[in-house]
T-cell receptor, first 119, second 109 residues
Framework: GAVVSQHPSRVICKSGTSVKIECRSL??????MFWYRQFPKKSLMLMAT?????????EQGVEKDKFLINHASLTLSTLTVTSAHPEDSSFYIC???????????????FGSGTRLTVV | GQNIDQPTEMTATEGAIVQINCTYQ??????LFWYQQHAGEAPTFLSY??LDGLEEKGRFSSFLSRSKGYSYLLLKELQMKDSASYLC??????????WGAGTKLIIKP
């Protein structure tokens, strides 16, 4: 089945530094990738949707200059948390969708998540 | 607005059956998904319903009634490893997933 690799799984960084999270679809071409944030005991919060070769679409309230998303190829999307602060500490999850989005019965394939801790 | 409701927490006994309900109100409907999520891990796809009725997959079944905006996930022969959060999500008119807050299922011996 479809596999999405997300790396790193855990990262600890100092306040003010930047962290890059990678999301790769290993055996399919992901025309669309999604980035989520999840707080403890809460559901997934969509941050942005990225389409290969175009700018990401950010959800309301998500700072695009702080959360930089790049979807340079059909198999790779990256999320960079810039100038990280302790309140950015969270669980970040990527998801990839195969095809043109007209067949959601594929299901969305999720990466394994990244636990970011900013100290 | 868009809204998906499911119970916050449920408790069941090992070997028993549990039904987790989900009601939704969304702009458009392109299928309903159920995901399982263990603590600290990403969600795992369980089922997808786009037509009314029951879809059975081993110990797990999912039901959909589009006219009622209602779905349930049925788990049979519960095992301790089924302790997890179960997320209901609906694909809206843009094929974006709208997520419920999840139901934490606690299995007791």
């Amino acid at each position: 089945g479809a596999v999405v690799s997300q790396h790193p799984s855990r990262v600890i960084c100092k306040s003010g530094t930047s962290v890059k999270i990678e999301c790769r679809s290993l055996d399919f071409q992901a025309t669309t990738m999604f980035w989520y944030r999840q707080f403890p005991k809460k559901s997934l919060m969509l941050m942005a949707t990225s389409n290969e070769g175009s700018k990401a679409t950010y959800e309301q309230g998500v700072e695009k200059d702080k959360f930089l998303i790049n979807h340079a190829s059909l198999t790779l999307s990256t999320l960079t948390v810039t100038s990280a602060h302790p309140e950015d500490s969270s669980f970040y999850i990527c998801s990839a969708r195969e095809g043109d989005g007209q067949m959601p019965n594929y299901g969305y394939t999720f990466g394994s998540g990244t636990r970011l801790t900013v100290v | 607005g868009q809204n998906i409701d499911q119970p916050t927490e449920m408790t069941a006994t090992e070997g028993a059956i549990v039904q987790i309900n989900c009601t939704y109100q969304t702009s458009g409907f392109n299928g309903l998904f159920w995901y399982q999520q263990h603590a600290g891990e990403a969600p795992t796809f369980l089922s997808y319903n786009v037509l009314d009725g029951l879809e059975e997959k081993g110990r797990f079944s999912s039901f959909l009634s589009r006219s009622k905006g209602y779905s349930y996930l049925l788990l049979k022969e519960l095992q301790m490893k089924d302790s997890a959060s179960y997320l209901c999500a609906v694909g809206d008119s843009n094929y974006q997933l709208i997520w419920g807050a999840g139901t934490k299922l606690i299995i007791k011996p």
